[in-house]
């Protein structure tokens, strides 16, 4: 069975609600969908979800939130009536204007978009819906309670063999909405195939899977047909976005596997996401390769560092205090590095290097700015000869200076810092070294 989440780009109108609908009769496995709100038709258009926090907002301004309500209206009208089905949100959606209108809370509004979406794609369909307030609950502080959610949500779930589940929100035990950050009917979507003990999570969206660098920087990189949840984690954190980064937990603690599909071009296989690679034919040294600029090293140096005890743990302090969180700390005989985000830096750089002197009398500290990180990822990185050694040649031969480099401890990455200019050529070269066949 499957759980298949359609994302705001997947919704944006009634030919493409036909095309969920199709999706859906392709497969009968396909038996619980996840929906997020109708999101833009054309570049500049506006998302539901932004029409309903910009109507939030005007109340809350003491405004007039009626442009935003006859756009939200006009839009769902619109679905309804190519559906053949139309008015058939109305009265909610005027119950949802008055509750705005009325100062309901920023969340609620939020939800609405999905919630109204949910509705309207199940009573086109005849399909049960079943309100995510019900079924997926937060702390009153706005955390997921992921343990209720989970019995909720099964319990829910098996009492329809079939049903809509608006994504995005749940509700605290108090029926308060809440919402998950932008982006959360991902992590609905993963909550309801855990709960149901899917044998796969698909995520439709409007890209076929994941590319293996940034096409704004690698015009026809390719897509990655595998990918492990460890790959997964180190290509978003280095920014790679698909799919929301929370969205990864639930299905991957219950073994579930993921599926990036493209709803334009549902033939397409798309990326799969797994917990291991042993079932393919062929592990790529290098999977994915992904870059990040804006980054500062502290660069603490003190002849015999090695032997002074609580030297590292006096820095830390300090970084703490000041609220910096480091990404990577590279340490030597007589250096230690903190690598940070420069924005981290801003309004405390000079007491980041007082308070260093001061606590660890180093010989020379400072700062270097503008470096960029790039990580290549995968599994097969340390399995192959010579991979290492291949990935330098490629850089160094670009010209580019490597500035500093570490292996992640879980031996599916390397990073290097290179100076930001050099980040695009960096990811070409070793897209080059690599992938490009
Ligand atoms: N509609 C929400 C957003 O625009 C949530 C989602 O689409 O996943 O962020």
Redo the contacts with the bound molecule.
């Keep these: 069975m499957i759980v298949a989440k359609f ?2 780009s997947s919704l944006a109108d009634a030919p493409r609600f036909r095309q969920v609908r199709d999706i859906l009769a392709a497969d009968p496995e396909r038996r619980y969908v996840v929906l ?2 109708p ?1 833009k038709r054309f570049d500049d258009d506006v ?4 029409l309903l926090l910009l109507a939030h907002q005007d109340v809350a301004n003491g405004g007039n939130p009626e442009s935003r309500f006859d756009a939200i209206r006009k839009r769902y009208e619109e679905i309804s009536e190519g559906l053949g089905v139309p008015g058939c949100v109305c009265s909610e959606m005027d119950a949802v204007f008055q509750a705005i209108q009325g100062g309901a809370s920023r969340d609620f509004a ?1 939800s609405r ?2 919630y109204l979406c949910g509705l309207l794609f199940s009573r086109w369909l005849s399909l049960p819906f079943l309100d995510a307030a019900e079924a997926v609950r937060f702390h009153e502080d706005g955390r997921l309670d992921d343990l209720t959610t989970g019995e909720l949500l099964h319990e829910a779930l098996l009492r329809h063999p079939t049903a809509v589940l608006p ?2 929100y749940g509700a605290d035990s108090q029926g308060a909405i809440h ?2 950050s ?5 992590v609905s979507g993963a909550l309801a195939a855990a709960a149901a003990d899917a044998d796969l999570y698909e995520n439709w969206t409007d890209v076929t899977g994941f590319r293996s660098a940034d096409p704004r920087i690698v015009p026809d990189a390719s897509y990655i047909s595998f990918l492990t949840y460890r790959e997964l984690r180190e290509l978003s954190y280095m920014g790679a976005t698909v799919l ?1 980064e929370e969205a990864v937990f639930p299905v991957r603690r219950a073994g579930i596997p993921t599926s990036i599909r493209n709803t334009r071009d549902p033939l397409h296989p798309g990326t799969i996401i797994q917990s291991s690679n042993r079932y393919q034919a062929k592990v790529p040294a290098v999977t994915g390769i992904a870059g990040k600029p804006g980054f500062s090293v502290i660069v603490i140096e003190k002849a015999r560092m090695n032997d002074e005890v609580g030297f590292g743990r006096k820095v830390l302090s300090i970084l703490e205090e000041l609220r910096i969180s480091f990404e990577h700390l590279p340490t030597g005989i007589d250096a230690l590095c903190a690598m940070v985000p420069t924005r981290s830096l801003e309004g405390v750089r000079e007491q980041v290097l007082a308070r260093i002197e001061d606590a660890v009398h180093p010989d020379h500290v400072s700062v270097q700015d503008g470096i960029a990180l790039v990580a290549c990822v995968g599994a097969g990185l340390f399995k192959q000869h010579g991979t290492i050694a291949r990935l330098f040649t490629a850089v160094s031969e670009q010209g580019i200076v490597i500035r500093t480099m570490f292996q992640a401890p879980s031996e599916l990455s390397i990073i290097i810092g290179v100076n930001e200019a050099d980040l695009s050529p960096a990811v070409r070269s070793i897209y080059d070294a690599f992938i490009r066949n």
């Design positions: 994302g705001g997020s709100a999101g998302k539901i979800t932004d939020a978009g999905e994504g995005f919402v998950f932008r982006g959360g009917s991902d929301h």
